[in-house]
């Protein structure tokens, strides 16, 4: 749905490069969540934002880390990628107590 | 540790018959329970859900069941379509809702027209 947007869609980065994914959220909603999907693993939480500059970390946080200066973008930052972190990451939005609503998702390659 | 659970990564069902998919939880601060469908290359997107003051909740085809002395919730999917081949993710929060999602970690269910 056009109310969460995540860029980009598809990313290919070399080992220790640093990599930025963004979510853009129109509907205003409080809590921002980042989660990746891996086989086996089902969706598992790295970061989450309950608010302008207020974050917290997930069950997966080590090599992430997220900022969140307006209400509208989540950004999610890996320090220096690594193999493992080769995934599919989602982010995700909710207004409290009605579930998420996700994006689309961005598959990033560490190589 | 998983505390949501499912133990099934893959289902296979005839197109009409029932679909049942299972999900169990072991942290009993869990009281809201919900459903996700996954289709490929998207994100997942909300299904049903059931609150742990109710055993059943029905939306058409789809009906989620709970039993919390088993810490068992299931999906039930009646008549199955070739449409709902996807992975559905069960998920559990805390505080009815409000606190953040825990994910299973799916089930592929395949119909078979």
């Known amino acids: 749905d056009a109310g969460i947007t995540q860029s980009p869609r598809h990313k290919v980065t070399e080992t220790g490069t640093p990599v930025t994914l963004r979510c853009h959220q129109t509907e205003n909603h409080r809590y921002m969540y980042w989660y990746r999907q891996d086989p086996g693993h089902g969706l598992r939480l790295i970061h989450y934002s309950y608010g302008v500059k207020d974050t917290d970390k997930g069950e997966v946080s080590d090599g992430y880390s997220v900022s969140r200066s307006k209400t509208e973008d989540f950004l999610l930052t890996l320090e220096s990628a690594t193999s493992s972190q080769t995934s599919v990451y989602f982010c995700?939005?909710?207004?409290?107590?009605?579930?998420?609503?996700f994006g689309s998702g961005t598959r990033l390659t560490v190589v | 540790d998983q505390q949501v659970k499912q133990n099934s990564p893959s289902l296979s069902v005839q197109e009409g018959r029932i679909s049942i998919l299972n999900c169990d939880y072991t942290?009993?601060?869990?009281?809201?329970f919900l459903w996700y469908k996954k289709y490929p290359a998207e994100g997942p997107t909300f299904l049903i859900s059931?609150?742990?003051?109710?055993d059943k909740n029905e939306d058409g085809r789809f009906t989620v069941f709970l039993n919390k002395s088993a810490k068992h919730l299931s999906l039930h999917i009646v008549p199955s379509q070739p449409g709902d081949s996807a992975v559905y993710f069960c998920?559990?929060?805390?505080?009815?809702?409000?606190?953040?999602?825990?994910f299973g970690t799916g089930t592929r269910l395949t119909i078979i027209p």
């Open positions: 942290n009993s601060m869990f009281d809201y």
């Open positions: 995700a939005i909710s207004a409290g107590g009605n579930g998420y609503t």
């Open positions: 998920a559990a929060s805390g505080n009815f809702g409000n606190e953040k999602l825990t």
């Open positions: 059931i609150s742990s003051i109710k």
